[in-house]
């Protein structure tokens, strides 16, 4: 077995995305020592109960201490006030990294904390459930999804940058380094406007009283299904995602609802030429998700038996 990676690596928030990160350093040895620290006293007795990590911290400042790698897993919203709480016992030489799913806005909050000498290597896993909690990890969450990478300047350490890409292809991930404003962009195209609309969808069912919450919950055909398993995902977590990549998501709302008017419109004058155009066109891309290994075609979204607890959310 190849040497660990990195020596000690601290998890700040021991949710899902930490909890899957301690279980796949594990799994390939890519850690010496992991540590852990989460606010809430339930989640850190948790944490200990089931030896999720190898030290559960009081606090934040204790995990980081004399680790090479602090990975910040909490809301967006909180890690300046994180990383302005662990800055003092940041070792020279460490990296500081995230899985934030935004990263304009964490770049912003976390580097003006950050001391001369360590390094600060933004991240964001594009996995995910919508479950929570240091139960919810597993191992093979991160195994063929991406990683992307996002430097918080053009002159973030080659080498730190590389070691953590290291690090995440060991955790089974597809890496690929992007800029923050680009990465801010992208996102809110493949994953956060889609969870808006889930939630606005699932919101439109609960509003229309004509349909009762039974045939709601009974009659669920596959899209409402995938719609309500996406909106419910962590309220904290996406709170603070279209609070700080604002700018993005509204405009790929404001090309949602153009889209929306169009085929309104098709679907009002009975223009099927129209309609078939784009569902087929629309059809293609998805096809091509499935090609790219990001999915199957099989008709449960892609959920076997193996993951029926463990299905995807995408932040």
């Not at 962590?234 to 509204?250: G, I, S, Y």
């Not at 009975?270 to 099989?298: P, V």
């Amino acid at each position: 077995m190849s040497a660990p990676i990195y020596g000690r690596v601290a998890l700040i928030g021991l949710g899902l995305i930490a909890s899957s990160m301690a279980h796949a350093m594990r799994r390939a040895n890519l850690a010496g020592e992991i540590t852990g620290h989460a606010r809430s006293a339930e989640t850190r007795a948790v944490a200990r109960e089931i030896g999720l990590v190898d030290q559960v911290c009081e606090t934040a400042a204790e995990a980081a201490d004399g680790a090479d790698l602090v990975v910040l897993c909490v809301p967006v919203g909180a890690m300046g006030a994180v990383a302005e709480e662990i800055a003092p016992v940041l070792a020279p030489g460490a990296t500081v990294s995230d899985v934030g799913s935004v990263k304009k806005a964490v770049i912003e909050a976390v580097a003006p904390h950050i001391p001369e000498g360590v390094h600060f290597v933004p991240a964001h896993p594009l996995a995910g459930t919508e479950h929570s909690g240091p139960r919810a990890g597993f191992a093979e969450l991160f195994d063929n999804r991406w990683c992307l990478i996002v430097p918080a300047t053009p002159d973030t350490d080659e080498a730190a940058t590389a070691r953590l890409s290291r690090l995440w292809e060991g955790m089974g991930a597809h890496v690929d380094v992007m800029d923050a404003e680009h990465h801010d962009l992208v996102l809110a195209v493949t994953s956060h406007t889609p969870h808006l609309i889930a939630y606005t969808m699932v919101g439109v069912a609960d509003d229309l009283r004509r349909v009762t919450d039974s045939e709601v919950i009974k009659y669920s055909a596959a899209g409402f299904r995938d719609f309500t398993r996406i909106a419910a995902s962590d309220p904290t977590m996406w709170r603070d995602v279209f609070l700080t990549n604002k700018e993005a998501t509204l405009e790929i709302l404001g090309r949602f609802t153009e889209e929306l008017f169009a085929l309104q419109r098709a679907i009002r004058t009975g223009d099927g030429d129209h309609l078939h155009d784009y569902f087929t066109r629309t059809r293609a891309i998805r096809r091509g998700i499935i090609e790219a290994g990001q999915d199957t075609a099989a008709p449960d979204f892609g959920r076997g038996a193996a993951r029926s607890t463990k299905t995807e959310r995408q932040g």
